[in-house]
């Protein structure tokens, strides 16, 4: 079984940019879909974007293409989202996932395995 950490998020101001990082602690990401996802207090819980580990395609929500870019680093057994231009509506508890195959969904009921999250503010 798979097990995910996050890390990276934090209070940033307007217009700042995060790195957030998902490190598979138990496990690996050989062969699997790696997503983020991001739910705000009240509201559901959404896809941001996703990679499949093995060969590199991504897939983008599209109201996060051109601020949001996802990739791997397959020596540290990590998955990176990094966010730019932000803004106070992208402030959300954030998670990564992992499903056991390569192709990648969009939804939350997809993917098998979740971390804890990390708590991102954009605030001044």
């Known amino acids: 079984q798979v097990q995910l950490e996050e890390s990276g998020g934090g209070l940033v101001q307007p217009g700042g940019s995060l790195r957030l990082s998902c490190t598979a602690s138990?496990?690996?990401?050989?062969?699997?879909?790696v997503g983020w996802f991001r739910q705000a207090p009240g509201k559901e819980r959404e896809f941001l974007a996703a990679?499949?580990?093995?060969?590199?395609?991504?897939v983008y929500a599209d109201s996060m293409k051109g601020r949001f870019t996802i990739s791997t680093d397959s020596a540290k057994n990590t998955v990176y989202l990094q966010m730019n231009s932000l803004k106070p509506e992208d402030t959300a508890v954030y998670y990564c996932?992992?499903?056991?195959?390569?192709?990648?969904?969009?939804?939350?009921?997809?993917?098998?395995?979740w971390g804890q999250g990390t708590q991102v503010t954009v605030s001044s």
């Open positions: 996932a992992s499903r056991r195959t390569g192709l990648i969904l969009q939804s939350v009921s997809g993917y098998d395995y």
């Open positions: 138990r496990g690996t990401f050989s062969s699997y879909a």
């Open positions: 990679i499949r580990w093995s060969g590199g395609d991504t």
